[in-house]
């Protein structure tokens, strides 16, 4: 079965199950989700495992020796992530609003960028609580959130309910004509908004330009700097850090840039030092598209490394 497919067939389904599991002490809840973390996690040990394999070659990459914790933590903050959802749909945001935080460094920015009637790009990669993050964001400045809706129309209809009580506005990006898009991307900056961009996109697309990371060529989407140099507006690379059930936005140095690869490289590489420290947040590294790139890296860096151990036998 393809996993678009599986992913049609199960929506549903797990949908009624969190929605009967939220209304259960927060406690059961985790338990029940730590069941199904268990069987995540019992992956792992599978004979030529696509997840123990990724998560290595990660390691390998960046010289980490914790690839177990890293994985294991990775599972307990989709559990996290799944309970806030289950939670959200059923009882609203209040509680998701109680477990999030505004880190100084976003604060910092945005006190310092805010004021040029511009508005701003916030971009973040794919991290477990990235999405449930914007009902924060959104009560702290106004946001407009960008969502790539599901092909499948069922599926499609049962995440707007989602997207919807998070609160704030979004722009639906997959199947609206691209023009139309970029209008209402370009009419939310002038009005002074926050977009937020969720992207660590690596395959060649429409307007993805050649970056770098982990020392491997990516291709990743130029609009955030085209839009940047055109408009004046600053770009704010973040990252979505869990601390169990707490989700914490994080900004690095926001910044306007003419160049649009410079631009673009600029967030490509504040992600990659995300990455690197907060690696469990980072669940999309398992994407098939990232996995290859890892495997690359980690064979640079062994290859790099062989002849420093081949000179030390001669020593």
Not at 82 to 101: D, I
Not at 131 to 146: K, N, Q, W
Not at 261 to 273: A, D, I, L, Y
Request: one cysteine or more; charged letters at 20%; hydrophobic letters at 40%.
């Amino acid at each position: 079965m393809r996993f678009r497919s599986f992913k049609n067939t199960v929506a549903r389904p797990l949908h009624l199950f969190g929605f009967l599991l939220a209304g259960l002490p927060r406690r059961i809840g985790l338990s029940i989700f730590g069941c199904f973390g268990a069987l995540a996690k019992a992956g792992y040990f599978v004979p030529g495992s696509h997840l123990r394999r990724t998560v290595g070659n990660f390691c390998r990459a960046t010289g980490r020796t914790d690839p177990w914790p890293i994985y294991s933590r990775m599972v307990g903050n989709f559990e996290q992530a799944l309970l806030h959802y289950a939670n959200l749909y059923r009882y609203g945001r209040s509680e998701l609003l109680a477990q999030s935080v505004i880190d100084p460094t976003l604060e910092r920015e945005y006190q310092r960028l805010g004021k040029g009637g511009q508005g701003m790009i916030f971009l973040v990669p794919h991290c477990a609580g990235a999405v449930l993050s914007s009902a924060r964001l959104s009560t702290f400045c106004p946001t407009v959130l960008l969502v790539r809706e599901p092909r499948d129309p069922a599926r499609c209809k049962l995440m707007l309910e989602y997207v919807r009580k998070l609160g704030p506005e979004f722009i639906l990006v997959r199947n609206t004509p691209p023009a139309t898009v970029m209008r209402s991307i370009i009419r939310a900056l002038r009005e002074n908004k926050v977009v937020v961009g969720t992207t660590d996109l690596v395959k060649p697309e429409p307007d993805t330009i050649e970056t770098r990371i982990f020392g491997q060529p990516i291709y990743s989407p130029a609009w955030p700097a085209r839009l940047s140099a055109r408009l004046g507006t600053p770009i704010i690379p973040g990252y979505i850090q869990m601390d169990w059930p707490q989700i914490r936005l994080i900004a690095d140095e926001g910044y306007v840039e003419p160049d649009i690869t410079r631009g673009t490289q600029r967030w490509v590489s504040s992600f990659e030092r995300h990455f690197r420290r907060y690696p469990s947040d980072w669940a999309f590294m398992l994407d098939k598209h990232w996995a290859r790139v890892l495997a690359a890296a980690s064979l640079q860096q062994q290859q790099i490394r062989q002849p420093d151990l081949t000179s030390q036998s001669w020593t």
